[in-house]
């Protein structure tokens, strides 16, 4: 049964236009809702995802009325990364995508959220999860995939530096070897291979992936709460040390940067130079 939202889920400008609240029974279902897009990213569709979240999180200490977070992604993908589309307009009133003024900000405040959340954050994900949505799903806590889940990291391809975080948790997760693959080859990992390495917990349709996160939302919550605080203990750290600071930074205003975005626009293959 679908409830009503209380005020403190409804308020965000984008909570009902990109992105979708909903609470069913001590579960609180996130869905991503810009198909027409592939669930891209911008800036104000995270920073609405890390407030839900925190919200639930509070709630669940305060009422025991949510007890666990889905996130989903409407239509054939869960989420097809950081909107790469924006424009100066947008980056000028911080909506915009990863070209936009706020975004890096916005995205790491979400995947913050989701691991520093009380309750577990599954991500339910039956379409491509691809760069942003890749690093949606590893800040989660647990994974479920549909037979077209997919994932890939294409920060190599586009010229992109990622966060000292998202690498660690990466290798984390996927291990070394297969962190290697996905990151510096930029490969894909398929629904069975996330479900035989162990990064996703069951490979199921949606509704038997419901009934998977059912189960879970009836599991001792003082219990998890604990357990998930251990395991993310220290776990949160997005700190490069200054060279790699300074080598994040050099990626992000580099030409090579600047020739993978001209390139996307003018649907061509890049042409990278080291600079």
């Given amino acids: 049964m679908t409830e009503t939202l209380p005020h403190t889920f409804a308020h965000d400008q984008y909570a009902d236009q990109y992105v979708r609240v909903e609470q069913k029974g001590k579960i609180l279902l996130i869905t991503l809702d810009r198909d027409e897009q592939r669930n891209a990213l911008n800036a104000q569709m995270c920073q609405c995802i890390a407030n839900t979240i925190e919200r639930a999180g509070v709630r669940a200490q305060e009422d025991d009325s949510i007890r666990l977070v889905v996130i989903r992604g409407a239509g054939k993908a869960f989420c097809a990364g950081a909107d790469l589309g924006s424009t100066k307009e947008q980056a000028a009133t911080n909506s915009g995508g990863v070209y936009g003024g ?48 997919w994932f890939k990291v294409p920060a190599a391809e586009l010229g992109f530096a990622l966060d000292a975080w998202t690498i660690n948790r990466a290798r984390e997760l996927l291990g070394g070897a297969v962190a290697r693959n996905m990151l510096l080859a930029a490969t894909t990992i398929s629904a069975q291979q996330a479900v035989e390495s162990g990064f996703a917990l069951a490979q199921a349709s949606e509704e038997e992936a419901w009934g ?43 030409a090579d940067a600047a020739e993978a975005k001209a390139a996307r626009k003018e649907k061509r293959a890049p042409v990278f130079e080291r600079r």
């Fill in 212 to 254: 998977i996160v059912e189960k879970l939302s009836e599991l001792a919550p003082l219990a998890v709460a604990q357990l998930k605080g251990v395991l993310n203990a220290g776990d949160s750290s997005y700190a490069f040390d200054a060279n790699q600071q300074e080598k994040y930074q050099q990626c992000w205003d580099s």
């Fill in 102 to 149: 706020g975004f890096h900000d916005a995205l790491w405040a979400m995947l913050r959220a989701c691991v520093n959340a009380p309750i577990p954050v599954v991500a339910d994900i039956h379409g491509p999860a691809v760069g942003a949505g890749s690093q949606l799903a590893l800040a989660c806590d647990v994974r479920i995939v549909g037979q077209r889940a």
